[in-house]
């Protein structure tokens, strides 16, 4: 699957010459790999097997070295090719292109590199039979010299390294073409789905263009009014959208709550869910022709488990489940959406007004949050819920934490989730909840804080949550404000650092005649 632009080029400019010097170091090979790696024996035994294979490779450098000049050209040309090709892809760079392409293009400037300074050179040396930088004829050698061998060696170790660098290249280049093809692919699968999803749309009546169908020739449509003919900063609509718009706001202006202008609102959430006033005309329209409201949740579903963060969408719910007074299958589909996301804001929400709206407090919903508890012991969702049901029907006379067997039950609750995650800030928020709204005292949490904050054992603190209840804890008695000072101290250097000026403006107050009950305060 080809790729817009010169990308498809550009990388033929690249692919090429890597493969050209890849066959260029390939038949180099069987002359490298003798000299590097394994040396075969030979039938004369008075000769050593090295300078018959030593001797072969220079051989050869020499007759490549000794190559006309057009040879060396081409050579350079080809390189060029290359370079041309990085340069064309990378003159737009987008994240593949610094990815794939910038990565090939370093190895492809090592590569040159390996071959202007080893094996240029190391041609030259060979042809000139000047190892070690010095004549046949200069001399005794110093101490420095390399010799025929090592320089041969040398030679061969830059054509594999070489060799190697270039197949780095179109491992790369490759990898770029399968991601592009994967992604070309996705493309074509999304716009396939959105051409079945407005074909289905049509087939049940959201026409994608109004003003060539007969039932609605009675509307005249009001576009959007954006300073003229030529706007400042005209929203980029689609022209499907702008139609549907411009419907809207006749049928709207003109008060209308017909079965077209139903469709219309739905042709339109599908092409915006978010639009607040879609949804509210909506369900005016619902509730005026007294439409069969089980079946618009059954649609709504598919839209909720879609767009999972519309908060539209669930305002919408709100209103129709309100309309039919009932909360039957509910409870069922916010398990679906939960499936999804246990900490979606706008479900939690929901679920809290449909608990209040149909007297279910005690309809399961304090199991229910230990089973999503037991899933997650951090979902503070989950936590806050547990706390709308126990606390939520005080101003009608039902305790809460405030009575005695609850706060107990609670406490114990709490305690059991800290001992599975000691760190959890939702559980100690919980029990700081229970305490504030009841009648126990903050001292009565200490026993819980030492647990997991001993101050005998600064290396062994559990939660710094902990360590921050008990030093709120000995702070009320200026016997123990010297350890709560160290407490908060640690919370500064060790626990907690990021919030190093809050514990110091903790640690301030200790000096204050106030400060413990300051402290509370500021928490």
Not at 40 to 51: E, F, G
Not at 176 to 186: F, G, I, L
């Amino acid at each position: 699957m080809a790729v817009k632009g010169v990308a498809p080029f550009a990388t033929f400019l690249i692919v090429g010459p890597t493969c050209f010097f890849l066959g260029i170091l390939f038949a180099l090979f069987p002359y490298d790999y003798h000299v590097l790696w394994t040396t075969p024996a030979v039938s004369d035994i008075t000769i050593d097997p090295r300078d018959v294979y030593f001797a072969l490779q220079e051989n050869h450098l020499k007759f490549l070295h000794a190559s006309p000049p057009l040879i060396s050209r081409i050579l350079h040309i080809v390189i060029g090719t290359g370079l041309l090709g990085f340069l064309m892809k990378l003159y737009k760079p987008s994240e593949a292109n610094m990815l794939f392409d910038g990565a090939s293009l370093v190895l492809y400037m090592c590569g040159i590199t390996v071959y202007i300074a080893n094996i240029v050179k190391g041609l030259r040396t060979v042809t000139a039979g000047a190892y070690g930088g010095q004549d046949a004829d200069a001399g005794p050698r110093d101490e420095t010299y390399i010799g025929r061998e090592d320089s041969l060696r040398v030679l061969a170790a830059s054509n594999t390294i070489l060799a190697l660098v270039l197949v780095g290249i179109l491992v790369l280049q490759a990898g770029q073409w399968y991601a592009q093809r994967k992604e070309a692919e996705e493309m074509e699968e999304m716009d396939k789905a959105r051409e079945e999803k407005r074909k289905a749309q049509q087939a049940v009546g959201d026409m994608s263009v109004y003003s060539s169908d007969p039932s609605w020739a009675d509307v005249e449509p009001l576009p959007t009014d954006e300073g003229g003919a030529n706007p400042l900063a005209a929203i980029a609509y689609s022209e499907e959208y702008g139609e549907a718009m411009s419907y809207l706001r006749a049928v709207m202006a003109a008060d209308e709550n017909s079965t077209r202008a139903l469709n219309l609102t739905k042709h339109l959430i599908g092409l915006n869910p978010a639009h607040y006033t879609v949804w509210l005309y909506r369900a005016r329209i619902l509730f005026t022709l007294q439409c069969d409201l089980a079946q618009e949740l059954a649609w709504l579903n598919k839209i909720a488990l879609e767009h999972q963060k519309n908060y539209q969408i669930w305002h919408h719910r709100n209103q129709i489940v309100n309309m039919r007074n009932t909360s039957d299958g509910e409870t069922d589909f916010i398990a679906q959406m939960f499936d999804l996301d246990a900490k979606n804001y706008h479900v939690w929400s929901y679920r809290q007004w449909l608990v209040q709206r149909f007297d279910l407090w005690d309809q399961g919903e304090l199991e229910f949050t230990e089973v999503m508890l037991r899933k997650d012991v951090r979902n503070n969702s989950a936590w806050n819920h547990r706390w709308y049901v126990i606390n939520g029907r005080e101003m009608e006379g039902v305790p809460g934490v405030s009575d005695r067997d609850i706060r107990e039950r609670e406490i114990a609750f709490t305690k059991a989730a800290l001992a599975t995650a000691p760190q959890n800030r939702s559980a100690w928020n919980y029990l700081r909840g229970i305490q504030r709204h009841s009648d126990i005292a903050l001292q009565d949490l200490k026993p819980i804080a030492e647990t997991y904050a001993d101050l005998s054992s600064p290396g062994n603190i559990r939660s710094s949550h902990a360590l921050d209840l008990l030093a709120e804890i000995l702070a009320l008695e200026k016997e123990t404000a010297a350890d709560a000072y160290q407490m908060l101290d640690l919370l500064a250097q060790t626990y907690d650092p990021v919030r190093i000026n809050y514990w110091k403006y903790r640690q301030s107050l200790l000096d204050d005649p106030l400060g413990s009950s300051s402290v509370q305060t500021a928490v």
